[in-house]
């Protein structure tokens, strides 16, 4: 199983023929893509209309989603956050830091178009998958 990022999902739905949609699209194919709950919103906060949000939110309900105790989650991200922030990384969109939590609470790579994601992983456990 592997986590696309939402920078990922964004270039997909744009129609952007990059190597990491590539990958989503046959990973999707084979079931190995799960989502976090965090990406659902980010995908779907970004749709203008009521009935492409409505279709995207049908798409994205239909995949492998991990759940966790938003509490925890909460807690654990700014956790990740204040280490990354004290090894000199500082993150720019907190949301990255609760999408990497559950990827390495989960022991899950992550594939993604974002260099918070980079700092990240420099700074703590989350495997980055290089396309």
Known sequence: ???????????????????????????????????TPIIIQEIL????????????????????????DPLKRAIESASLFR???????TIR??????IAYEAIKHNLPIVHNDSDFDLIAKGSDLSVLEV
């Not at 986590?3 to 999707?28: C, H, M, P, R, Y």
């Not at 969109?93 to 609760?98: E, Q």
């Open 83 to 89: 280490e990354l922030r004290k090894k000199g990384f």
């Open 1 to 35: 199983m592997i986590i696309f990022d939402t920078s990922i999902w964004i270039d997909a739905l744009k129609g952007k023929n990059t190597a990491e949609v590539q990958l989503l699209i046959k990973k999707t194919l084979n079931g190995e893509v799960v989502l």
């Open 45 to 68: 906060q970004g749709k203008r209309f009521d009935d492409q949000f409505e279709k995207v939110k049908r798409n994205l309900t239909g995949f492998n989603i991990l759940k966790s």
């Open 93 to 98: 969109k907190p949301n990255d830091c609760s």
